[in-house]
């Protein structure tokens, strides 16, 4: 069934590195727009960064622009988030989500999740 699923988290020192996988199954990943999100301990729920279905044309958050880079492959099915420079601030379940429309704006699917913690 349609199901996207998160990998690649762990516990890193402040200005390590982490590559995250989001690997769909039951769809094609190159028409969708994928985003990955993020909500750390006590906060709401941010967009970090999307990668459209049309052009390929990439968006992040101010937080983390310079320092995370989102890319696809599509002959693996998977979306990558790579985290450079990483902070403790940065802490946080991380999730892709897939939009249908290809504009990232309207999110049909969820994967679960993949916890990222930043600490010395």
């Known amino acids: 069934q349609v199901q996207l699923v998160e990998s690649g988290g762990g516990l890193v020192q402040p200005g390590g590195s982490l590559r995250l996988s989001c690997a769909a199954s039951?769809?094609?990943?190159?028409?969708?727009?994928i985003g990955w999100f993020r909500q750390g301990p006590g906060k709401e729920r941010e967009g970090v960064a999307c990668?459209?279905?049309?052009?390929?044309?990439?968006y992040y958050a101010d937080s983390v622009m310079g320092r995370f880079t989102i890319h696809r492959d599509n002959t693996k099915n998977t979306v990558y988030l790579q985290m450079n420079s990483l902070k403790p601030e940065d802490t946080a379940v991380y999730y892709c989500?897939?939009?249908?429309?290809?504009?990232?704006?309207?999110?049909?699917?969820w994967g679960q999740g993949t916890q990222v913690t930043v600490s010395s």
């Open positions: 990668i459209s279905s049309s052009d390929g044309s990439t």
């Open positions: 039951g769809f094609t990943l190159d028409y969708y727009a």
């Open positions: 989500a897939a939009d249908p429309y290809g504009k990232c704006t309207t999110y049909d699917y």
